[in-house]
């Protein structure tokens, strides 16, 4: 009798297992606001997730179970440590034991305003050197389309293991809010397009283990592209938005009122609110990662440009807001005591990146006033060198010329403040209810 020809099982069928059964090791490379909580997601679907950084205090704080980033429960971290579920190390031999790995390392611009591929690139390398037949492999740092195959798939390749039979390469962007309590990285639908179909495939089925929706694209690029869509609209209509803002101001009309009512429109409008200018690691950054590629193309990117020219306008608006505040009530700025109310780049979380508030703070101390601030999430900022520490608001509040309010926190009371201040300058509409001559609306 002729023995049966046994078919050698495929890295992929091998992989496809581990992941179904949740046996799969997997990694996640950059512990920040992003692969925190993947990490986390990944150990509560039941993967033993080792963590990578750079930075040690990040790596202590993980192995003692402690949460660094608010939207990261710490009860449950401590569980998924304590259940050897979850772990971190800058040692990165751990990668020859490992699955898969998710790079979720920062983008940052060059002072060109140049992608800074550098992050990527020593990640990628870390990975290379540890590399293995049947790995899968997902960069979701958000970068310019083209990335993965042209710095990424080079780097992994060059011992001849094919994409896509050998190994498994994908994009898929990280969407995070954070501080959103509606939407996290487990319930935020999942974009994910690989080197070849069967990476898609891989890629998909990966996150379909953890998170609750994925769509598969055709293409790296093309996932790369609707991260850059996403940020460039975001972008986009902050810019037009504030742009409204200081035409309003010059015609006496109230911008806020006039979006509230635009916004009654059941269809064909969407709400975006000015501000004193864009923060955060991504929608300040990312569209420049798309007009930096596009210029190679020979295509200049002119929406988006025109954007960051007018959202680059506002903090000079703000304190141009606060000079003429002080100027009504006979004071000039010189010499003036301005309090600011809010420094990170958003509401309610602790993230100073980019944020508005320190061009702000930099332009008054420039024009020579004294500054402080208070922020619930933030105990120190530095703004050209210097350290400032949050100050309490009670009393400061009653001492400065003007307070300004650059970040909406939730857990503040501003009618209170508003009782106690000379004038406050509102960049966020935080005292819509109020109709008082003490209140400077942007
Ligand atoms: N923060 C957000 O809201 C958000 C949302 C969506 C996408 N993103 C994108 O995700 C990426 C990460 O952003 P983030 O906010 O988490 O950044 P982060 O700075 O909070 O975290 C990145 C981490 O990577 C570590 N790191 C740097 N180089 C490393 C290396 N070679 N090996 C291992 N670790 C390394 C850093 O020490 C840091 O802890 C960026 O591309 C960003 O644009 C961020």
């Not at 009654?264 to 923060?279: A, E, I, T």
């Amino acid at each position: 009798m002729q023995a049966a020809v046994v078919k050698p099982i495929s890295w992929k069928d091998h992989l496809v297992e581990k992941l179904q059964n949740r046996s799969a090791k997997v990694g996640v490379m950059g512990l920040g606001y992003v692969g925190l909580p993947l990490a986390l997601e990944l150990a509560k679907a039941g993967f033993s997730v080792t963590g990578f950084d750079l930075q040690t205090s990040k790596i202590d704080q993980i192995n003692a179970g402690k949460s660094y980033v608010s939207d990261v429960a710490q009860s449950e971290m401590e569980q998924l440590v304590k259940q050897k579920k979850l772990m971190a190390t800058s040692d990165f031999s751990a990668i020859a034991k490992l699955d898969t790995v998710n790079i979720c390392v920062p983008t940052p611009l060059r002072k060109t305003k140049d992608p800074d591929m550098s992050y990527i690139v020593s990640a990628c390398q870390e990975i290379a050197r540890y590399f293995h037949p049947g790995m899968l492999i997902i960069l979701e740092s958000t970068t310019y389309p083209g990335t993965t195959e042209e710095v990424v798939l080079p780097l992994l390749a060059n011992n001849g293991l094919r994409a896509g039979k050998d190994f498994f390469l994908c994009f898929s962007p990280e969407r995070i809010d954070p501080g959103n309590p509606s939407f996290q990285t487990r319930n935020i639908p999942r974009v994910v397009g690989g080197i070849t179909t069967e990476c898609t495939k891989i890629g998909a089925l990966f996150y379909s283990q953890a998170l609750e929706t994925v769509v598969p694209v055709s293409s790296t690029q093309v996932a790369e592209m609707v991260k850059l869509l996403e940020n460039t609209f975001r972008m986009i209509n902050i810019g037009l938005v504030n742009e409204m803002a200081m035409m309003c101001d010059r015609m006496g009309i109230n911008v806020w009122e006039v979006i509230e009512a635009a916004a009654s429109k059941p269809f064909g409008f969407m709400p975006f609110y000015p501000g004193p200018g864009l923060g955060g690691h991504c929608i300040p950054v990312d569209p420049f990662y798309l007009s930096w590629k596009t210029r190679q193309a020979g295509i200049e990117a002119r929406f988006i440009e025109l954007a960051g020219y007018i959202n680059g306008q506002m903090p000079h608006f703000v304190v141009e807001k606060i000079q003429n505040a002080l100027n009504a009530r006979g004071k000039p700025l010189k010499g003036s005591h301005i309090h600011i109310l809010g420094v990170a780049y958003k509401r309610d979380i602790d993230d100073v990146r980019e944020s508005p508030a320190l061009d702000i703070i930099h332009l008054l101390q420039n024009r020579g006033a004294r500054v402080t601030f208070t922020d619930p999430y933030v105990s120190f900022i530095s703004v050209n060198g210097s350290k400032l520490a949050s100050s309490k608001l009670n009393g400061v509040i009653q001492e400065c010329d003007c307070a300004v309010i650059i970040t909406d926190h939730s857990n503040v009371n501003y009618e209170k403040v508003l009782r106690k201040a000379a004038v406050v300058v509102d960049t966020r509409n935080a005292l819509r209810a109020v109709h008082s001559p003490k209140v400077i609306r942007l």
